[in-house]
């Protein structure tokens, strides 16, 4: 059950970071993928940073910061 949270809360991180990214996305369904590899991301972001996110909302702040950062670098390569 652990796989299925873990992509149901890269799936909202994905449409958040779209919605707080606006005009940097890439459609609906590249923004819900960006969110769950945005998830791997932000764990890495908040474990070098010393920081853990417990509970659904401390996950779902950690995997929607890692899709905002990924957007953004998506962005600047995609120029």
Do not use: D, E, P
């Not at 949270?5 to 996305?25: C, H, N, P």
């Not at 920081?51 to 995997?63: E, K, N, V």
């Amino acid at each position: 059950m652990g796989i299925i949270w873990y992509l149901l809360i890269g799936l909202l991180a994905g449409f958040l970071a779209g919605q707080i990214m606006k005009g940097r996305g890439f459609g609906l369904v590249g923004n819900l993928i960006i969110g769950v590899i945005g998830a791997v991301v932000g764990g890495f972001l908040f474990g070098l940073l010393g920081f853990h996110g417990s509970g659904l909302i401390g996950s779902l702040i950690t995997a929607t910061v890692g899709a905002v950062v990924l957007l953004f670098l998506l962005g600047l390569v995609k120029r």
